[in-house]
T-cell receptor, first 107, second 114 residues
Framework: QQPVQSPQAVILREGEDAVINCSSS?????VHWYRQKHGEAPVFLMI?????EQKGHEKISASFNEKKQQSSLYLTASQLSYSGTYFC????????FGQGTELSVKP | DTGVSQDPRHKITKRGQNVTFRCDPI?????LYWYRQTLGQGPEFLTY????????KSRLLSDRFSAERPKGSFSTLEIQRTEQGDSAMYLC????????????FGQGTRLTVV
C-alpha cells in the first residue's frame, strides 16, 4: 500500500538534472511531493490531482500518469539548496508516504 | 497563522513511563495526521482525524498508542508503557479536507526512551 520511490539516492553536480519516480499499487486520486532537510519537518512542494490539475512550487515540475499509477518529479538545473530527502505521498482517504529519495547536490 | 505547532519538541523518558504529545493544527484545517519517523525512513502513518472523528488507526500500531482530537481542534498522542523501540520523531500534519489540499507539517516531537 505504501508508494514505492526510485531511486533511493541520487548524487548530482550543481546544474545537473534529476528525476524521482513514485508508483502505487492502488489507483491514485492525488500525489503529493515533499522535501525534508536533515533535522527539519517535511515541506510541501507540489500536489498533482486526478484530471491534470497541479499546485505547487514554480521551479519544480512533475507528472502524474493516472493509468499507470505513477508520478515523477523533475528537478532541473539543480542547486545546492535542492539537497534533501524527497517523499511522495499518495492519498486514499489517508495520506501515506514512500520511503524517500535522498538527493545530494555537490558544487 | 503560525502554522502547525507541536509540544514538546524533545522528550526523554524512562522505559515504562507514559508520554503525551500535543499538536495544534492550522486553525481552519479539519484534517489532522500523526506520523512516526525514524532515521532514513519516510513518515509512517499512525492515525488521522476528520474534525473530532478518528477515521483510521494503523494496524501496525499497538494498543499502547492512543490519540484524541477533542472538539476538532488540537490533538494529543499518548504512548503508554514506553519501550525503546518507540524512540522516534513524531510528526503531526494538518490539511483542509478536500482531497485536493496539501498537508502542512509541524516541527515534530523527538522521543528518546532510555
Amino acid at each position: 500500500q505504501q508508494p514505492v520511490q526510485s531511486p533511493q539516492a541520487v548524487i548530482l553536480r550543481e546544474g545537473e538534472d534529476a528525476v524521482i519516480n513514485c508508483s502505487s499499487s492502488k489507483a491514485l486520486y492525488s500525489v503529493h511531493w515533499y522535501r525534508q532537510k536533515h533535522g527539519e519537518a517535511p515541506v510541501f512542494l507540489m500536489i498533482l490531482l486526478k484530471g491534470g490539475e497541479q499546485k505547487g512550487h514554480e521551479k519544480i515540475s512533475a507528472s502524474f500518469n493516472e493509468k499507470k499509477q505513477q508520478s515523477s518529479l523533475y528537478l532541473t538545473a539543480s542547486q545546492l539548496s535542492y539537497s534533501g530527502t524527497y517523499f511522495c505521498g499518495t492519498e486514499h482517504g489517508k495520506l501515506i508516504f514512500g520511503q524517500g529519495t535522498e538527493l545530494s547536490v555537490k558544487p | 497563522d503560525t502554522g502547525v505547532s507541536q509540544d514538546p519538541r524533545h522528550k526523554i523518558t524512562k522505559r515504562g513511563q507514559n508520554v503525551t504529545f500535543r499538536c495544534d493544527p492550522i486553525s481552519e484545517h479539519n484534517r489532522l495526521y500523526w506520523y512516526r519517523q525514524t532515521l532514513g525512513q519516510g513518515p509512517e502513518f499512525l492515525t488521522y482525524f476528520q474534525n473530532e472523528a478518528q477515521l483510521e488507526k494503523s494496524r501496525l500500531l499497538s494498543d499502547r498508542f492512543s490519540a484524541e482530537r477533542p472538539k476538532g481542534s488540537f490533538s494529543t498522542l499518548e504512548i503508554q508503557r514506553t519501550e525503546q523501540g518507540d524512540s522516534a520523531m513524531y510528526l503531526c500534519a494538518s490539511s483542509l479536507f478536500s482531497g485536493r489540499a496539501e498537508a502542512f507539517f509541524g516541527q515534530g516531537t523527538r522521543l528518546t526512551v532510555v
